[in-house]
């Protein structure tokens, strides 16, 4: 897999962070599953979940109907995620394994889905496994959470900066537009990317444990320097009190 911000894996930046990463990570909207099943046929068949995180999207794959197995490279991530699903009506099982070299026959699944990790892929050999496995006329959706720039989440991201620099955000704004490996790759028909609103609500206490959860800050950050983080966000808003 290629190296992020800062040059960590995944394997390693995300074992600390799985507990905050299933906690504190949102949820995707509704819209956009109902708008990927209405491409899929009925039934849906197999959909195999690349990089499965703490199985985050997973619950609203299950919940059309689908037959799920995924694959998570750090085992973290990989045991919240099986907790979470244990039980559910669909849920075939996921394996320690990376999108570069998938472990499932070819021509296998109807679907391949990808949330908020395709930028952790090394992208060319991800992206010829994933031809492999899908079946003919088979469906291909990569999905992130973008976050909307407003003056709020500047001033985080400069004091994340503060606290970590050198660290670059693996996810921005770039991510609305098709990856370009992918654009111009000749197993896939590419169409468009869509946008769905998204909104939530969250305390001050939990939008700090889903900033933990990104791997420039919480994986970044050594314990004196997440303490450090923290007073520093203690003091802002008490100044904004004042």
Request: hydrophobic share 45%; net charge negative.
């Amino acid at each position: 897999m290629t190296r992020a911000a800062g040059g960590d894996r995944p394997t390693e930046v995300f074992g600390p962070l799985a507990e905050e990463y299933a906690r504190f990570r949102p949820s995707y909207p509704d819209d956009l599953f109902d708008a990927l099943f209405a491409r899929l046929v009925e039934p849906p068949g197999t959909v195999l979940e690349l990089g499965i995180g703490t199985g985050l999207a997973t619950g609203s794959l299950l919940a059309r109907g689908a037959r799920v197995a995924a694959l998570e490279p750090n085992r973290s991530m990989l045991a919240k995620a099986v907790a979470r699903l244990a039980g559910a009506e669909g849920w075939l099982g996921a394996m320690a394994a990376r999108a570069e070299s998938v472990p499932i026959g070819s021509a296998s699944v109807s679907c391949v889905t990808v949330a908020q990790a395709f930028h952790w892929f090394d992208p060319v050999p991800a992206l010829a496994e994933i031809a492999r496995v899908l079946e003919p006329g088979g469906l291909l959706a990569i999905v992130w959470n973008v976050e909307v720039l407003d003056a709020f989440t500047e001033e985080v991201f400069a004091l994340v900066t503060r606290h970590s620099p050198g660290r670059g955000r693996p996810v921005t704004p770039r991510m609305r537009s098709t990856p370009e490996q992918l654009a111009f790759h000749p197993a896939f028909l590419v169409e468009p990317p869509a946008e769905f609103p998204h909104e939530r609500r969250v305390s001050e206490d939990a939008y700090v444990g889903y900033a933990f959860s990104w791997s420039y800050c919480g994986g970044a950050l050594e314990a004196g320097r997440r303490a450090a983080f923290e007073r520093d966000r203690l003091r802002d808003r008490l100044l904004l009190g004042q």
